[in-house]
């Protein structure tokens, strides 16, 4: 009988129910948020409302008397605003019409709402133009515990001829508060994801990418948006927004006379309007929104834990701790000195290895940048064994192997650009211009498709200890254009670029999915959740200096979560920057992602070998709580103060790893002080230091402390010297 009822009761939730006419009102609502649209048939669909769960009446609709003083229009923003009527701003949707009409009226057709699962629940608003044939269905998830709604677009039509979509955004959001803070993410190689703070002012604000590939390397498009007051960590509101694509994209804040802001979010329009058969159906990527009313703790919170569940693979198992070849011997290593740097990292206790770029090509060999991109065969000279010859002697040594591929790109001195120049991307007959010497193969070619994902078969099946993948990819598009592309739709080529590669990575996940696979793309070129889905992490920059890494970490890990954070400690003087950094400090900076090395082992001597044996076999220790658990900002970088502090505080509030950094000279009397957060206040807990290097800073090492005590009273750290740093282990008692 029980289960008669919850079979009855599956298949209830499984149904979708459609709400049809004159339901007034959409309510999209996760654990703790709620987001209210109109839905009144036949009139625009209005955005009532997005903030904390509202207990009682909604009276948005009583409102409504409260129009416009030139026009008589509602006060209420629309949803999804598309140009034509009074719209003047930036619309949601642009397109022509098959009759060369520039304008388009949606309204409210219908909407049905279905339950994924018991934590998803997805909404379906669909709109259409008033009088032609043209439907677009606004879709949105709400994930209930993570406090995350997705929203992404589809269109259609029934015109007949070809509909030319010019502009179609994924969401599109509508706020009103008194001043604007906006958090945005820019910078460039080896300086990604720098984080500035300004305020609105009236007109629009731009952040986007035309570069197509490695798009996140001077730009996220992510945002923090804070209400009134510049961003806190643990008060105001704030909106806060990642956008899951690959490509160009484009994100747009634009205050208008009325004083309310409206952020339109999507694939970039520039350059690509599509040409739109009838019955075709568009679809645009998910926009993956969150709110707080409690500063933007809770945003980092909750897009981690949404991450480590839906946003990312192997989100739910510890992160090896690797040690990758590329810092420690560039394109300078044979089968001798690979298998020497295999030995010193087991003995490090390293967990896997990665053997990057310059192992492959023959005719072409890549011992440079120069050559051999394309011709994805072992380099007999360097490798005279072959691949599965390191792999098995990595196993053997107790660790896991990985290996280096950029199967989206070809140097012209290759086997594959001499035999396959048609796959190359190229506008008509201008130059092709190269960058890092190489060039991008057009992934919106079917057949350019198969040959990437054959590479990462074939590069897989060399060995059957292959466990992880670096998927490399280190230029952008320019000189735009496909041969494989009709002349009428090469501007579809962004879009089509994008999806030619997700389909990859479909494929390569459905065959593999136990393989571990990296994001680098030159270090912080794929830092995005639409790629991040297929991968178990990213590179987030190829500087490995450990003060730029803090700047770069806070930024990243304010969207992304440190278990895909991959953080290596790297040899000194750095080889990004020269700057000599003790290597406590490298090692707690990296630390507080998922740890690795980059360097030559044989080259820690004396103390330096035997402080990171242990700092290795101590993140072994602390991982679960760094990997799974909670972060919380206790001082930022950018404060200004000279310190940068944080930490991880595992669900269960049984455990916590503090970090603390002193990153400019503070004199000799000054010290550090701070308040802990996120413990419970009614446990008991043993403060110890780690990583001590000559003798513990924190003078009450080993004392137990009440969570209250932490969190109230605080610590306090002699850590006054530039490179100054702790790192606490929290233990309930
Ligand atoms: C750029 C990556 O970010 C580096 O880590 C390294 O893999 C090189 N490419 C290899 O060419």
Not at 542 to 547: E, G, I, S
Request: proline share 4%; net charge negative.
């Amino acid at each position: 009988m029980k289960k008669i009822f919850s079979i009855l009761a599956f298949i209830l939730s499984a149904c979708s129910f459609v709400v049809g006419q004159n339901s007034s009102l959409i309510k999209i609502q996760t654990d703790e948020t709620m987001m209210v649209l109109s839905g009144a048939t036949n009139q625009k669909l209005e955005f009532y409302y997005w903030g904390d769960k509202i207990s009682g009446k909604l009276n948005f609709t009583e409102r409504k008397q409260k129009n416009q003083p030139d026009t008589n229009d509602e006060m209420f923003p629309q949803a999804y605003p598309s140009y034509g009527e009074r719209f003047y701003l930036t619309p949601a949707l642009k397109l022509t019409h098959v009759d060369g009409v520039l304008t388009t009226d949606l309204i409210y057709d219908k909407h049905s709402m279905r339950n994924i699962d018991s934590n998803i629940v997805e909404t379906t608003v669909s709109l259409k133009d008033k009088i032609y044939p043209v439907y677009v269905d606004l879709i949105f998830k709400a994930y209930q515990k993570e406090n995350i709604i997705s929203q992404s677009v589809k269109i259609r039509h029934e015109e007949k001829g070809i509909l030319n979509v010019e502009n179609i955004a994924s969401s599109y959001l509508p706020l009103h508060a008194k001043s604007y803070y906006l958090t945005h993410f820019s910078g460039t190689w080896a300086h990604e994801m720098q984080a500035t703070e300004e305020k609105l002012n009236r007109g629009i604000k731009v952040i986007e990418s035309k570069k197509g590939v490695r798009a996140t390397q001077a730009e996220n498009p992510s945002f923090i948006l804070s209400l009134d007051t510049p961003m806190q960590e643990d008060a105001g509101e704030i909106y806060a927004g990642s956008l899951a694509w690959s490509g160009n994209y484009k994100l747009s804040f634009e205050v208008d006379e009325t004083g309310r802001l409206g952020i339109t979010s999507g694939i970039n329009p520039f350059a690509s309007n599509f040409k739109l058969n009838a019955k075709e159906v568009l679809d645009m990527p998910e926009m993956l929104l969150t709110y707080s009313s409690n500063g933007v703790g809770k945003v980092s919170r909750n897009f981690h834990d949404w991450a480590r569940k839906y946003g990312m693979q192997h989100g739910d198992k510890e992160h090896p701790i690797i040690l990758n070849s590329w810092e420690g011997a560039y394109f300078d290593f044979n089968e001798a000195t690979i298998t020497e740097m295999i030995d010193n990292a087991a003995k490090f206790g390293v967990e896997m290895f990665v053997l990057d770029d310059g192992w492959f090509g023959n005719k072409f060999p890549r011992n440079g940048d120069n050559a051999g991109l394309g011709d994805w065969q072992v380099n007999n000279t360097k490798l005279p064994n072959g691949i599965d010859y390191l792999a098995k002697h990595t196993v053997s040594k107790g660790m896991q192997f990985g290996i280096w591929i950029e199967p989206e790109m070809v140097n012209p001195d290759s086997e594959l650009a001499h035999k396959h120049p048609e796959w190359i991307v190229q506008s008509g007959k201008r130059d092709i211009l190269p960058m890092r010497n190489q060039w991008l193969l057009d992934l919106t070619n079917p057949k350019v498709q198969d040959f990437v994902f054959d590479t990462f078969d074939e590069v897989v099946s060399q060995s059957p200890h292959i466990s992880y993948i670096k998927w490399d990819a280190n230029r952008h598009i320019d000189n735009v254009g496909s041969a494989y592309l009709p002349k009428d739709k090469q501007s579809h080529f962004w879009y089509e670029y994008v999806q030619g590669l997700y389909k990859v990575y479909e494929r390569i996940r459905q065959k593999y999915p136990d393989i571990q696979i990296q994001l680098c793309s030159s270090g912080g070129g794929r830092v995005e959740y639409g790629a991040l889905k297929y991968h178990d992490e990213f590179w987030a920059s190829d500087n490995t200096n450990a003060l730029d890494r803090i700047f770069i970490q806070y930024g990243t890990n304010l969207f992304f979560p440190s278990i895909a954070t991959g953080s290596h400690v790297s040899t000194s003087p750095n080889h990004q920057t020269g700057m000599m950094i003790p290597l406590k400090f490298r090692f707690d900076v990296a630390m507080s992602g998922r740890l690795g090395m980059e360097l030559q082992p044989k080259d820690l001597i004396g103390d330096e070998y035997e402080f990171a044996a242990k700092a290795v076999a101590t993140y072994k220790a602390i991982r679960p709580t760094i990997q799974f658990g909670d972060l919380y900002r206790m001082v930022s970088p950018y404060s200004g103060n000279g310190w940068a502090s944080h930490m991880y505080v595992a669900k269960d509030k049984k455990e916590a790893v503090f970090f603390a950094y002193s990153i400019e000279n503070h004199g000799r009397t000054e010290y550090f002080e701070t308040k802990l957060k996120g413990l419970d206040p009614n446990k008991n807990y043993k403060v110890t230091e780690i990583n001590i290097q000559d003798y513990p800073k924190f003078t009450e090492n080993g004392n137990v402390f009440s969570g209250d005590y932490l969190m109230k009273a605080g610590v306090i750290l002699p850590i006054g010297n530039p490179f100054d740093s702790v790192v606490l282990q929290i233990t309930e008692q």
